[in-house]
């Protein structure tokens, strides 16, 4: 309470004994009026500070963006470690101001402060979010507030990117690539991608194609960058990015793992290519692979078919011309018979790696082209030559490095690229995380999708989208998800979403290095999310990266998934006794045999009972909550009825971890709501009221006291000198 609240109390109760001590009537209403008055006054303005709550909303937010900037700082490649260092100090500094600034307002009050000095507050917050912006766009050259990695002005491929050098031989590209969008040059060229990009175009300048010109190769460069332009002009924002960043980060990996022994043999004895044309056309796959995103719908629900649309305009690409792509990848290997084909084949399969496509009735593996929105029949046209009377389905199918080099890198490679790196700068919205993990466990949208009521899911997932908004306004007043750049991530989601999301964004480094995973993962806490309490979903991409190479083998008996071991790096890892697991141990889907059945009891990582599997669980349980049905629920407790807020028992999972010290229960029922100290206005003015009553009895029954005394002591006086008292 300030000095100012405690003179007006003090007022307050001077009033009120003046009130029951005088007997005019003229008084008792004046003083009546006065503490009435006083009464509403302190109702209405001593508890809410509006001003002040508005400013403390806004330190939250500069908390957000703070949180945000530190993630991309942490997610620049290319960026040496000691200056990501200095960055995060100045960033701190910043942090540091806006902790100092919100201290000033929670220390006092709208009493003590004049209008003068709130507007003072509200312009120097406004300050610290304008330097923050700065601070990200002259460090990286873009702001990860803005809608976009560009404007489309603000860039310049020459000048920024070196593209004149790079592309010196290729200036049909080069003029292409300089008159594109700021989002394509960035996707293309920033961070560690410049690097990448030019030692692709440093091997295709070097190599000699025979019959082939330099002009034909500039103009087969050309149309690449044409297809490369279109998939980030229609990279679906639903998904974690698949623009041309993600390609060129893949092609980033095909440099590295061509080197792998059996796909060096298989390219020489498959195609009779040596070493820089092995890499050349390993590259040239891993830049392709994800073209048929231009034409795929925006929906979880036909996200496989990229594949086979990309299959699709490959080909026209390579026949482009005069089948110059063709003629480029036949001039690179002697070998040409079935180097084309495979090629092609790769890109339509390098999504095959789900075992339970295996089974024919998997309607997850299943698109029916007649239910494609109207806006695609293009693609509808595309794909039936591919159909099976309208029906696409998922394929499962095993790649050999020795038998199908290209196949097997580019599955290997696409789903290397899983951290942090690989999402768009509003996809790094720490607060849109736990926006999706609401919506996660939203119960009754969970029993909806689970009931097939397509009209139904639509309606709940509007209001947990809503309920979800409300949440993380708990901690970030501004959030929206109809704002454009949010509304266009959460405008097609699924309940799943956040497992995707999730994994990505708390993966701070994912490196393959000498046959060991090299994990490392970002430590804060979102709200009150943290990656301890939500394991299975952080690790959900590890897994997906441990099922997708159990369908990778080097040779005809050798898993991929067998030589490969995980290292957790140190401090990342709770309540885990060693650093080091079999990759096979993250995979925890069962194994289908051909007929579609699953195999009993067995999972990838061995049976439930081996060590490996065991930890395994640990990490990489999705943490979904249960939900029964209504007679389920009665049998636990007849008297419960919010089934949407009941979890799993933890009786079965308690079994398979009993080594482990985890608390089993944050693992399974992740979602907890926020304890709230905003109190709502008709609470502080019943509460106040009450007080203010409390306050007044306590006076009332000092001054009857008083009286009562004075009245005794009165009475005695006059018995002493023998006065009758009057009555």
């Known amino acids: 309470m300030s000095k100012q609240d405690s003179y007006y109390t003090l007022f307050l109760c001077i009033a009120l004994v003046l009130l029951l001590e005088d007997r005019t009537e003229r008084m008792k209403v004046s003083l009546s009026v006065v503490v009435l008055l006083g009464l509403v006054y302190w109702v209405v303005s001593c508890p809410i500070d509006i001003q002040q709550q508005k400013i403390i909303g806004r330190k939250l937010r500069i908390g957000a963006i703070i949180k945000r900037t530190e993630i991309a700082i ?70 990860s507030l803005q809608d976009s990695l560009g404007d489309g002005n603000n860039c310049s491929c020459a000048a920024d990117y070196n593209c004149v050098n790079i592309f010196a031989n290729f200036p049909t590209a080069e003029t292409y690539i300089s008159q594109q969008k700021c989002i394509f040059i960035e996707e293309l060229l920033a961070d560690s991608r410049n690097i990448t990009v030019q030692t692709f175009i440093t091997l295709y300048t070097t190599l000699t194609f025979s019959g082939i010109s330099n002009t ?9 960058m044409m297809l490369l332009s279109n998939q980030t002009a229609t990279n679906p924002p639903v998904f974690v990015s698949h623009g041309t960043d993600h390609s060129v980060r893949v092609m980033m990996y095909a440099s590295r793992n061509y080197a792998i022994t059996q796909v060096l043999t298989g390219m020489n004895n498959l195609y009779g290519c040596i070493n820089l044309e092995s890499k050349f056309v390993l590259m040239l796959q891993s830049l392709l ?67 339970s496509c295996l089974d024919l009735n998997n309607q997850g593996c299943i698109v029916n082209l007649n239910a494609l929105p109207p806006q695609y029949n293009k693609t509808r046209t595309m794909l039936l030559p591919y159909s099976d009377n309208g029906i696409i389905r998922r394929n499962y199918t095993t790649e050999i490095a020795l038998t199908d080099p290209i196949g097997f890198l580019i599955r290997l490679d696409d789903n290397l690229d899983s951290d942090r790196s ?15 993990l609401r919506v996660y466990v939203d ?38 998800y109809t704002t ?95 650093s ?67 979890c799993c028992d933890f009786v079965a999972l308690q079994k398979l971890i009993t080594d482990l010290t985890f608390p089993v229960d944050n693992l399974m029922c992740p979602y907890k709501k926020p304890s709230s100290h905003k109190f709502p206005g008709w609470a502080i003015a019943i509460i106040v009221i009450v007080i203010s009553l409390v306050a007044v009895g306590i006076a009332v029954g000092v001054v009857l006291t008083l009286r009562k005394r004075r009245g005794g002591e009165h009475k005695e006086l006059l018995s002493e000198k023998n006065i009758p008292a009057y009555s």
């Open 289 to 355: 692979h994800d073209v048929g995103y231009i034409d795929t719908p925006p929906s979880p629900d036909y996200k496989f078919l990229h594949a086979v649309i990309g299959s699709i305009l490959v080909t026209q690409l390579l026949e482009q011309n005069g089948n110059l792509g063709s003629t480029i990848l036949q001039a690179a290997c002697p070998n040409t018979m079935n180097l084309v084909s495979d090629f092609i084949r790769s890109i339509r399969n390098h999504n095959a790696d789900d075992q």
């Open 422 to 436: 690989r999402l768009t700068p509003p996809q790094r919205d720490p607060f849109l995380n736990l926006f999706l």
């Open 443 to 480: 119960g009754p949208l969970r029993n909806a999708v689970i009931s097939g009521n397509k009209p139904d899911v639509a309606t709940k997932m509007q209001k947990a989208k809503d309920d979800s908004q409300t949440y993380v306004r708990e901690w970030d007043p501004e959030f929206s």
């Open 216 to 224: 034909q190769k500039d103009t087969f460069l050309y149309t690449i």
């Open 484 to 578: 454009p750049e949010v509304a266009a991530i959460v405008g097609n989601i699924t309940y799943k979403s956040f497992l995707f999301f999730y994994s990505t964004y708390i993966l701070k480094q994912l490196e393959l290095n000498n046959n060991t995973l090299i994990i490392d993962l970002f430590h804060e806490q979102i709200g009150n999310l943290t990656y301890q309490e939500h394991l299975g979903a952080a690790l959900y991409q590890i897994n997906r990266l441990a099922v997708s190479m159990h369908s990778c083998f080097l040779d005809d008996k050798t898993s991929f998934l067998d030589s490969v071991k995980v290292d957790l790096i140190p401090g990342t890892r709770p309540n885990i006794n060693e």
């Open 74 to 143: 942490y997610s620049q490649q290319n960026l040496p470690w000691s200056e990501k260092q200095q960055r995060l100090s100045e960033l701190e500094a910043i942090e540091q101001e806006a902790d100092l600034l919100h201290l000033s307002i929670v220390t006092s009050s709208s009493f003590e402060r004049n209008p003068k000095e709130d507007v003072l507050l509200e312009e120097n917050t406004k300050q610290i979010l304008k330097n923050l912006q700065r601070f990200e766009t002259e460090i990286f050259g873009f702001s």
């Open 580 to 646: 080091t697991y079999p990759l096979r141990a993250f995979a925890q889907k069962p194994t289908y045999y051909n007929n579609g059945t699953v195999e009993n009891g067995i999972l990838i990582c061995g049976l439930s009972s081996e060590q490996d599997c065991t930890n395994a669980l640990y990490l990489t349980q999705t943490s979904e909550p249960c939900f029964y049905t209504a007679q389920e629920l009665k049998e636990i407790d007849p008297k419960e009825n919010k089934k949407d807020q009941t």
